[in-house]
């Protein structure tokens, strides 16, 4: 069976959830699985294309395989949470949702200019919050070197929006 075979296999589709009619791909079985997990650090690096200075990570789940990769990678892992959810000075990024809007921050020391940045989430939807980060990274002078997913949800066409930074995005497995 292929990794993406194995992973589509551990992912869970829970109907109606967080609302009626969405199916949503639930990760917590594959983060179970610890040679699956493994699996998944291992390839995410293979596939790692140029220089690549730190890894964003993405609250909350962008955190569990990002800083994996990091540390297999030997670069910085950089947080991107949630507003007020940083104990230092940050900078901020407002974004619009379906419904309302968002935003991130990360520390304001966390770039210096010209670094290569990979942008890590569990999954891209509809690509809000990966365009998100990016302008923090930008802001702040850095440079985004490419995305890595675990899961595309190819028909939201997140990644074609997210061509404007990057062309190198990586998912495992899309739907």
């Given at each position: 069976m292929t990794l993406q075979e194995r992973i589509d296999k551990a992912i869970r589709n829970v109907p109606n959830f967080p609302k009626e009619g969405i199916m949503f791909k639930d990760i917590t079985p594959v983060l179970e699985d610890a040679v699956l997990s493994a699996e998944i650090v291992k390839e995410f690096v293979a596939k790692v294309d140029?220089?690549?200075?730190?890894?964003?990570?993405?609250?909350?789940?962008?955190?569990?395989?990002?800083?994996?990769?990091?540390?297999?990678?030997?670069?910085?892992?950089?947080?991107?949470?949630?507003?007020?959810?940083?104990?230092?000075?940050?900078?901020?990024?407002k974004y619009d949702l379906e419904y309302g809007s968002a935003e991130i921050e990360m520390h304001e020391d966390t770039i210096t200019a010209?670094?290569?940045?990979?942008?890590?989430?569990?999954?891209?939807?509809?690509?809000?919050?990966?365009?998100?980060?990016?302008?923090?990274?930008?802001k702040q002078g850095g440079n985004i070197a490419g995305y890595s997913f675990l899961v595309d949800l190819a028909f939201l066409e997140g990644a074609e929006k997210l061509k404007k930074y990057s062309d190198k995005i990586t998912s495992l497995i899309s739907y």
């Open positions: 140029g220089e690549i200075d730190a890894i964003a990570g993405i609250e909350s789940r962008g955190f569990l395989f990002g800083f994996s990769i990091a540390m297999a990678l030997e670069v910085p892992f950089i947080l991107i949470r949630k507003k007020g959810k940083l104990p230092y000075k940050t900078i901020s990024h010209g670094m290569n940045v990979l942008v890590h989430d569990d999954l891209l939807a509809t690509g809000g919050t990966a365009i998100a980060a990016s302008e923090l990274i930008k």
